[in-house]
Nanobody, 114 residues
Framework: QVQLVESGGGLVQPGGSLRLSCAAS????????MSWVRQAPGKGLEWVSD????????YYADSVKGRFTISRDNAKNTVFLQMNSLKPEDTAVYYC???????WGQGTQVTVSS
């Protein structure tokens, strides 16, 4: 059974940083593209970033490019999202996803506010 468990969210001031983690189990983690997707209050889902199975290729939404960095540790079955220079508009629930299988975590809340 696929499990994706996010952690690392919280309240941070504008300009601050957070590092999200997603621990995966129940599948061959190193074989799959992993994604981060977010949902701001009252809005739809927004794709944030992808990383390929080996970690050598990464992709970002224009809204986070240059501020967020996705990475993965295939030995630890974990994917990360380093978020720097956070803005109030980054406030959202952040989900880790294995989109190919329709698998999602429970989400972690990120709130950017002074």
């Amino acid at each position: 059974q696929v499990q994706l468990v996010e952690s690392g969210g919280g309240l941070v001031q504008p300009g601050g940083s957070l590092r999200l983690s997603c621990a995966a189990s129940g599948f061959t983690f190193s074989s799959y593209i992993m994604s981060w997707v977010r949902q701001a209050p009252g809005k739809g889902l927004e794709w944030v970033s992808d990383i390929n199975s080996g970690g050598g290729s990464t992709y970002y939404a224009d809204s986070v490019k240059g501020r967020f960095t996705i990475s993965r540790d295939n030995a630890k079955n974990t994917v990360f999202l380093q978020m720097n220079s956070l803005k109030p508009e980054d406030t959202a629930v952040y989900y880790c996803a294995k989109i190919s299988g329709g698998d999602w975590g429970q989400g972690t809340q990120v709130t950017v506010s002074s």
